[in-house]
């Protein structure tokens, strides 16, 4: 029996920001590695490396209007407890993955917009180093 899968609008708007991501690395020169690595029940959005840098990327992509551009930073959802995980998932890789590389966490924000049932890039934002091993970490004191 085969089992249909229905990609909801958030899905689909996600699909095209890491596709948009995936372009705009490869553009930098980066060598994806992995895509959608999953591991200790996070995912890691894309895994890439150039003669550097090995990278973790999470990709935030928002919808936006002409009521609200640009209002919410998609780079905001990545919380400590999603960099925590992040972290976690990156460990896991490089225990099984070892490399002499340098480790950074970047994000990658793409910006869409809608017309009807056609959804285009509006603009792209790659923050490179977005957060640490340590960040993640950090125990907020009042």
Not at 57 to 62: A, G, N, W
Not at 89 to 100: I, W
Not at 128 to 135: W, Y
């Amino acid at each position: 029996m085969e089992i249909l899968k229905i990609k909801t609008r958030n899905r689909r708007v996600g699909d095209i920001g890491e596709r948009e991501a995936v372009k705009l690395l490869k553009s930098k020169k980066f060598k994806i590695i992995e895509r959608n690595y999953v591991a200790v029940n996070h995912e890691i959005d894309i895994i890439a490396e150039n003669k550097e840098y090995q990278i973790f990327v999470e990709v935030k992509c928002r919808e936006i209007n002409e009521d609200a551009l640009f209002d919410v930073r998609p780079a905001d959802a990545v919380t400590p407890d999603k960099q925590r995980a992040i972290v976690r998932a990156a460990s896991y890789y490089t225990g099984f993955n070892p490399s002499d590389k340098k480790k950074r966490f970047d994000v990658i924000e793409v910006y869409v917009k809608s017309e009807g049932s056609r959804i285009s890039v509006v603009k792209t934002n790659h923050i490179e180093g977005a957060f640490t091993k340590n960040d993640a970490y950090k125990v907020k004191r009042d």
